[in-house]
Structures are given as C-alpha cells and as structure tokens.
Nanobody, 113 residues
C-alpha cells in the first residue's frame, strides 16, 4: 500500500495562484496530479518522475509547474494564472510498474470569475 497525503487547494479568484502538495509513503517513481470536474472524466494535469522528467496537459502548459522532492517523497503543483475552467477536484497519483496506481482522496480547487 502507498499512502498519499494531499494539501493545498481552496477558493481563488481568476488570475490567482494556488499550490498543491502531495506526500507519499513510498519513494517517488512517477507521481502527478489529475483532475475531475462534474460530468467529466478524470484527466491528466501533470506528472513527474524521480529523475525530474515532467509531462503537462496542453491546457496547463505555461501556467502550472510540477516539482518533486525525492528526499521527502513529495510533489508540488504550482498553479498560476488560474481560470474558472481549472475548477475541479485534483487527485494525487503515485505510480510504478511493479505496484501499479495509487490515488489520494482529492482536494477541491475552485476558481471564481
């Protein structure tokens, strides 16, 4: 089992910033953030590997930045220039080929216009 503890999120006005954190009970292999809005499928936001390779959804490129602290098994998602369409529940994900996928409980991000 891999436990994930998420923090951050909340309510912010459009154009504002938020930072999400996710601490894992196991070393980072690949971690990242996904989000889900009502009536929509869960979608990739950004991922990062232990080697620092990142991947972003086109919709967040240039606005969001993912980083990782391997010593703390923690990843961060800095979200800038937030838009109302970024409103969603954001889920932390931990992944390895050996152990599979683990998910956090989710944290709500609401961007008001």
């Amino acid at each position: 089992q891999v436990q994930l503890v998420e923090s951050g999120g909340g309510l912010v006005q459009a154009g504002g910033s938020l930072r999400l954190s996710c601490a894992a009970s196991k070393s980072i292999i690949t971690m990242g953030w996904y989000r889900q809005s009502p009536g929509k499928a869960r979608e990739l936001v950004a991922t990062i590997t232990s080697g620092g390779i990142t991947n972003y959804a086109d919709s967040v490129k240039g606005r969001f930045s993912i980083s990782g602290d391997n010593a703390k098994n923690t990843v961060y998602l800095q979200m800038n220039s937030l838009k109302p369409e970024d409103t969603a529940v954001y889920y932390c994900n931990w992944r390895s080929q050996l152990r599979g996928d683990y998910w956090g409980r989710g944290t709500q991000v609401t961007v008001s216009s």
